[in-house]
């Protein structure tokens, strides 16, 4: 890896290798899904305590879940979704 700073995209990206390369993606892909729960959250005007309260989950939870300090299963992301009167969607693509 170059001293010099100032790297292209491209040069800082060659010094992953494949799984690591994975590994970020997997992980990108999983805050893109929670930062669509929060967006939701918000522009149904809930609070984090009104969406824990219809959901039955202590509030903590989801403060957890948003900062990404925990990780949320497919059933509490179902449960979270209920909660909304969403339905949470999943698709292999």
């Known amino acids: 890896m170059k001293k010099n700073k100032d790297?292209?995209?491209?040069?800082w990206g060659e010094q992953f290798d494949q799984t690591q390369k994975s590994?970020?993606?997997k992980s990108?892909?999983?805050y893109e899904v929670?930062?669509?729960f929060k967006k939701t959250r918000k522009e149904l005007g809930l609070t984090q305590e009104?969406?824990?309260k219809k959901?039955?989950?202590?509030?903590?939870i989801i403060?957890?879940?948003?900062s990404g300090t925990r990780n949320a299963t497919i059933g509490s992301l179902m449960m979270l979704a209920e909660a909304m009167d969403k339905k949470l969607k999943i698709d292999f693509i």
Do not use: H, P, Q
């Open 7 to 11: 790297l292209s995209l491209k040069e």
């Open 63 to 66: 403060a957890k879940i948003e």
């Open 55 to 60: 959901a039955n989950i202590d509030r903590s």
């Open 34 to 36: 929670i930062a669509e």
């Open 28 to 30: 990108n892909d999983y």
């Open 50 to 52: 009104a969406i824990a």
């Open 23 to 25: 590994l970020a993606k």
